[in-house]
């Protein structure tokens, strides 16, 4: 072996490696960019839950109560409602994660030995994340329980909790997930009309189009149109899937569901176009939008906990159109919300969408680099 042509083919290969982009990030970067992302699959604690109480009793006892669950900031009242029927529509908003429903005759119960039964609400449609909710409050109350019999010199006192789960009352976590995963394999034609603008590029076919009257506001709209009709095929197909195969219950209106999700194809696509400006190969474009849409889709989108409470995180997951679109897709199958009670998702998704095709179409041009 020759140690003069070794330190060659070496020398060759950290050339290769420093020159190509896209070897030096996979190289160097990605084990990194993975770690930072991936640790986040096995972290599903609940770090707050957001609760609205419905207090029939007014007592001295639940204030304690209440006092006890919120003795520190995992733990909020967000709103007191005076009947549980207000709580509906603060779960359709997603305002809260539980509510408490404290009966009348609470405090009466505990004093005379009695069974004080409290029931707990929560929002079945996120199922990983209704368990801990329910868990973590049910814990709390059991802490209430023993400082109340330390404090009376009791040795039992009856406080129970009866949990029950809306939207998804066995909180089965297929419920919840299949409908938010609709946003992850809808980015697939997104996928699909990057990987076209760029094999164009890669195989030469593109050059033809140089010396041809077409425009390329006429290219890429033309590109776009044909996808995004190609895309909502797809998004009939997934929703059978889903509530046939799967069984998911599907409450909302069907034509709004293919409005929002031609909404969030829209911005998927101005994505993948944007990228298709930028990169000359397939391979290249693939895992940008792998990037965008698959990775960061499972960990901080709320896919499977809720958004973390950093700004980062919160950050992140807004400018996510997957974050919105599970939100939608959720409330639409679960809750049986409609267009205009998620307007402002919507509207978050249309903009984006309507900036990205703009960009893309600024920065097209019909000439070799």
């Not at 990030?25 to 960019?33: D, E, G, N």
């Not at 009242?77 to 603060?90: F, H, P, S």
């Not at 089965?172 to 995963?181: C, F, Q, R, Y």
Request: proline share 3%.
């Amino acid at each position: 072996m020759s140690f003069r042509r070794l330190l060659t083919v070496t020398r060759k290969e950290l050339r290769h490696i420093v020159r190509d982009g896209r070897t030096f990030f996979l190289v160097t970067v990605a084990p990194a960019f993975l770690l930072f992302t991936l640790s986040y699959v096995f972290a599903f604690d609940v770090e707050h839950v957001s609760v609205a109480v419905v207090d029939l009793d007014r007592s001295s006892l639940s204030r304690d109560l209440l006092v006890t669950l919120t003795a520190d900031d995992d733990v909020s009242v967000v709103t007191y409602g005076r009947d549980v029927d207000a709580v509906d529509d603060l779960f359709a908003r997603g305002v809260v994660d539980l509510a408490l429903v404290i009966p009348h005759g609470f405090a009466r119960a505990v004093r005379e030995g009695n069974v004080a039964q409290i029931q707990s609400i929560v929002d079945g449609s996120d199922a990983i994340a209704a368990r801990q909710a329910a868990n973590i409050i049910e814990s709390r109350i059991g802490d209430f329980e023993v400082d109340l019999r330390r404090r009376q010199g009791r040795a039992q006192i009856g406080v129970t909790v009866s949990a029950r789960a809306w939207y998804n009352e066995g909180l089965e976590s297929l419920v919840s997930m299949v409908p938010g995963m609709m946003a992850v394999i809808m980015s697939m034609p997104a996928l699909a009309l990057a990987l076209a603008l760029t094999r164009e590029k890669e195989t030469g076919s593109f050059e033809s189009l140089i010396v041809t009257p077409v425009r390329g506001v006429e290219y890429l709209l033309g590109k776009l149109i044909a996808y995004e009709m190609s895309g909502m095929f797809s998004v009939v197909l997934a929703w059978l899937v889903a509530t046939v195969w799967f069984r998911i219950p599907f409450r909302g209106s069907l034509p709004g569901f293919l409005l929002l999700a031609a909404d969030y194809l829209l911005v998927s696509m101005g994505i993948g176009l944007v990228i298709a400006n930028f990169v000359r190969n397939q391979q290249t474009a693939m895992f940008l939008i792998l990037t965008i849409f698959f990775v960061p889709s499972f960990f901080v989108t709320g896919l499977i906990l809720p958004v973390a409470e950093d700004t980062f995180s919160q950050v992140l997951a807004f400018l996510l159109p997957t974050t919105h679109f599970i939100t939608i897709s959720r409330a639409v199958f679960l809750k049986g919300s409609d267009v205009f009670s998620l307007w402002e998702s919507a509207s978050i998704l249309f903009g984006g969408g309507i900036m990205c095709v703009l960009f893309s179409l600024a920065l097209f041009s019909k000439k070799l680099p």
